[in-house]
């Protein structure tokens, strides 16, 4: 009887400890959304909706760079002159490529493109006004806030939920 119990309890704990993958994944991906804003634009009688993340709350490591993420979708658009000001800066714009890094916390589409937005970071700047600029005149704003991931997340030493 011992020995059953022993086996059932370490069949429980291995069980409660694996992490799946796909999970971890979504879990990812959905944090991201908390910090996503949207921009649907008419270009030329097409319709296209551009999605920007704010990535610093969930990266796994801390960056000196505010990093963003813009996602336009549909990926038919050919962009002339993409320009991306944080805070009346203009900030550095990568496209990435399908097995770049930064993908894990964005949402897969077949149908979008993506773009790496960083700038770096100022520490007394709470708040970052974006506005993305594209074809020299079709402009828009979204507004973000720093926040500390100790807002969302919790607390390892106090059992307390902060969110």
Request: charged fraction near 25%; hydrophobic fraction near 40%; charge should be neutral.
């Amino acid at each position: 009887m011992k020995i059953y119990n022993l086996f059932l309890s370490l069949f429980l704990l291995s069980a409660c400890s694996l992490k799946n993958e796909q999970i971890v994944a979504t879990n990812l991906k959905t944090q991201t959304l908390m910090f996503s804003q949207k921009q649907k634009i008419n270009i030329d009688g097409k319709n296209a909706v551009f999605t920007m993340s704010y990535l610093n709350p969930v990266l796994d490591l801390d960056s000196k760079d505010d990093v963003f993420a813009l996602i336009v979708t549909p990926n038919t658009l050919d962009f002339k002159n993409l320009e991306v000001f944080i805070n009346n800066k203009l900030a550095n714009i990568k496209f990435l490529d399908s097995n770049d890094e930064l993908l894990k916390y964005l949402i897969d589409n077949q149908f979008s493109q993506y773009f790496k937005i960083s700038l770096p970071s100022v520490k007394s700047e709470d708040r970052l006004k974006t506005i993305v600029c594209f074809e020299g005149v079709n402009c828009f704003e979204l507004n973000f806030e720093k926040y500390s991931k100790s807002l969302y997340y919790r607390s390892k030493d106090v059992d307390t939920q902060y969110n």
